[in-house]
């Protein structure tokens, strides 16, 4: 398991939390700043569907420690609430414009860099182990940290408008949160070379049609569309929608013939579970 995370994460502002209904439980009732440390991550949690939102608008939600940590706060409690589905966003103009250059450089031994290193991959850890599926929507820049984010979600739902990238090379950093395995299996190995080794933006529309995300929308409309489709996963059997979800992750990692292997043994949970009692109309249609 994950250490604790010694952040906060706090409710959303009344005036975002209206468009997505009335909520019935939140890890917090405080606003602002807590014990000193100002608040840099939302969580709502309506009993079935959870939102996680980055909330550092005033730079873009860039990544700090403190950020990386909250976000690791509230995926946690969503795992601890039994959320059937998580929406992750980010308030104001950006997802998450990636690391906060403007934060002076942390003074730490190399032991210490790679302990900060892993808790930003811990963000996507957190992703695979969390049975629900996670769905990002994706406005503005979705750059550096804030792309590894992105795509370690299950679905990705992206403005048309959106700008995503990595250009930690040309900044002589690199990358990290699994994106040496994840990019080349979305995009493809020559695609994915050229997007870390140049850095070139991709917009949302343009991520759509080589399968870096599922899906663009019309600007403004990524979190209505994807709490949508949140909801609706969440009225899906569970055990089967995280066996579906898990045999999937832990394939990008399997031979063929473990892919296999996994696929009887989850059919075998699945025709035990009583979930195969569910409407089955979907499968007579065209």
């Not at 049975?131 to 979600?153: N, R, S």
Request: charged share 25%.
């Amino acid at each position: 398991m994950l250490d604790s995370p010694a952040r906060p994460c706090v409710p959303l502002p009344a005036t975002r939390a209206a468009n997505y209904g009335q909520v019935s439980r939140s890890i917090d009732r405080s606003n602002g700043s807590k014990g000193g440390v100002d608040v840099v991550v939302g969580y709502e949690y309506d009993g079935r569907v959870a939102r996680v939102v980055l909330d550092r608008p005033e730079r873009l939600n860039a990544v700090t420690a403190e950020l990386t940590d909250a976000l690791v706060a509230a995926l946690r409690r969503a795992l601890a609430d039994g959320a059937r589905a998580v929406v992750l966003s980010g308030s104001g103009r950006a997802f998450c414009a990636g690391h906060d250059l403007k934060e002076e450089p942390p003074a730490e031994t190399v032991l210490q860099t790679r302990a900060r290193l892993e808790a930003i991959q811990d963000v996507t850890r957190l992703v695979r182990e969390i049975p629900a599926p996670v769905v990002a929507a994706v406005h503005g820049y979705a750059l550096g940290a804030g792309c590894e984010f992105a795509l370690a979600c299950d679905v990705v739902v992206a403005a048309e408008d959106a700008a995503f990238g990595f250009p930690e090379v040309g900044v002589g950093l690199s990358v990290t949160g699994g994106i040496s395995r994840l990019l080349p299996h979305l995009v493809g190995w020559a695609r994915a070379k050229e997007l870390l080794l140049l850095g070139e933006r991709v917009s949302g529309a343009e991520a759509a049609r080589i399968g870096m995300v599922a899906r663009a929308v019309p600007p403004g409309e990524h979190e209505t569309v994807a709490l949508d489709l949140a909801r609706r996963l969440a009225e899906r059997p569970p055990l089967a929608v995280s066996l579906a979800k898990q045999v999937l992750d832990q394939g990008l990692d399997a031979t063929f013939g473990e892919a296999l292997a996994r696929e009887v043994d989850h059919a075998v949970l699945t025709s035990l579970s009583g979930e195969g009692d569910a409407p089955r109309e979907a499968f007579g249609r065209g």
